[in-house]
């Protein structure tokens, strides 16, 4: 890192959907505890007063004319970042699980491992997880935890949190390419393959503030199916991201002739 | 009155001819081979690989499990197996065929609402344009002429009604990145 970090151009992305009871809070804790970070609230076709409550808390709100799903929000997010020359985006989920409290924690180590971390996960397993986290979940994150940490030679307790901080790297990825639904365990795998680096920062969070946890019985089962297929298929491709596209976005794309070389640079081809 | 127990037993002990059995594994196999080399290549999502793959092994675990088929062939009165598990492979592929229809009901829906989107941002941007060529500023425009664009809580907060959208930096496609990387 040679700038200095007081200069770096930083994004908190908020996913929200039908979120108005929590979005302003959010947004303002995070304007709160980390000061020097933009909000954008990525309103994912809510069908309440999600944007509104999130202007009002004083938030860029990117508003999806329909829902597309948590992948989709995150993606609108990180092009967003990418459009807009940030340097670190931070993602802090709009339904208040995640304590903005703890964003400096991460981007702490963001800078401090330097080089060798490309984004930083907060992980509720590393340390007293701050609410009784169900056991399903548990059992869940576990199975995920121990074929990750096979995959990548690095020990990942908590791949299903949401709770993470990228650099430039990792925003110029995900902003090219982000798995659909459920795609926190499978950005993991994509860093690895990409050879950006993950660490580890232990979080607390809240246990949902409000609504219902968008993940119920018969969709943790597909969850767990389709994320174990996304590993497994992973394993088998060349190159984990169309690099080689040109960048689906309109043309005058400020950022294409630096991202494509500073992309390609990064991203070895075979794995 | 005929004794119709012998033929229902006849029915139930009926079992695939194991060349059926092969054939139905290989099909499989393959089905499945294709479903995973698809998704490899990008070119199917983890969602419809996950229904074709359950589809694919009901229909080899009728193949394989006599017992079962001769089950279900007997519960709903068919005769011979073999018929039972064509049936049931007409059957999931109608609902197969039956839930593309609702998802691209869905889909073409969803153009429908991204048209009309795009038309209605085409609409502002050409105002917006002309009032710049005269010299006007536009509805809601807060910035001095010449500054570039910036995600600002004023900028968010200055569009009119929460409906029309803000939609960060997409309606300003021309900025370079040295503008916004000060």
């Known amino acids: ?271 | 009155m005929p004794d119709l127990s012998a033929v229902f037993s006849l029915a139930a002990g009926g079992q695939l001819d194991n060349r059926v059995r092969i054939v139905a594994v290989i099909v499989t196999a393959v089905l499945l081979g294709l479903v995973l080399e698809l998704v490899r290549r990008r070119r199917l999502i983890e969602r419809y690989a996950l229904l074709w793959m359950v589809v694919a092994l009901i229909l080899l675990v009728l193949a394989i499990w006599n017992q079962l088929l001769a089950h279900v062939s007997n519960a709903v009165g068919i005769e011979v197996p073999a018929n039972a598990l064509f049936i049931a492979g007409l059957g999931l592929a109608f609902l197969l065929l039956l839930h593309f229809s609702v998802i691209t009901t869905r889909l073409s829906e969803e153009t429908k609402i991204l048209a009309q989107e795009v038309a209605r941002l085409d609409v502002e941007a050409r105002a917006a344009r002309a009032a710049a060529v005269n010299g006007e500023r536009a509805p809601n425009d807060e910035r001095s002429p010449g500054e570039p664009w910036r995600p600002s809580a004023t900028h968010a907060a200055g569009l009119a009604p929460p409906a029309t959208g803000e939609s960060g930096g997409e309606s300003q496609p021309g900025r370079s990145p040295s503008t916004a990387d000060q």
Do not use: W
């Open chain 1, 1 to 271: 890192m040679v700038r200095d970090h007081n200069q770096l151009r930083k994004l908190a992305i908020v996913p929200a959907y039908n979120e108005q009871g929590m979005v302003g809070r959010v947004v303002r804790d995070i304007h709160r505890h980390a000061p020097d970070f933009d909000v954008v609230v990525i309103d994912d076709g809510s069908l309440d007063n999600t944007t509104a409550e999130a202007e009002a808390g004083g938030a860029v709100v990117i508003r999806h004319p329909f829902n597309v799903g948590i992948g989709g929000a995150m993606q609108s997010g990180f092009k967003h970042a990418l459009r807009n020359g940030y340097d670190v985006a931070a993602q802090v989920d709009g339904d208040g699980q995640h304590k903005p409290a703890h964003i400096h924690d991460l981007l702490a180590k963001l800078h401090t491992s330097g080089d060798e971390a490309d984004m930083v996960c907060g992980s509720r397993f590393r340390g007293d997880p701050g609410y009784r986290v169900p056991i399903g979940r548990r059992i869940g994150n576990l199975i995920f935890s121990v074929v990750l940490s096979a995959i990548t030679r690095r020990r990942i307790t908590d791949p299903t949190s949401g709770f993470r901080i990228t650099n430039r790297r990792g925003i110029e990825l995900f902003a090219r390419d982000y798995p659909h639904d459920y795609p926190e365990v499978e950005a993991i795998l994509m860093l690895h393959a990409h050879r950006l680096r993950i660490h580890e920062v232990p979080v607390r969070m809240n246990a949902r503030g409000y609504g219902r946890s968008s993940i119920d019985y018969p969709r943790s089962a597909y969850y767990m199916a389709k994320v174990l297929l996304a590993l497994f298929i992973g394993l088998f491709r060349r190159r984990p991201t169309p690099i080689e596209e040109p960048p689906d976005t309109s043309e005058g794309e400020p950022v294409a002739p630096g991202a494509a070389i500073s992309g390609a640079g990064h991203a070895p081809r075979g794995s």
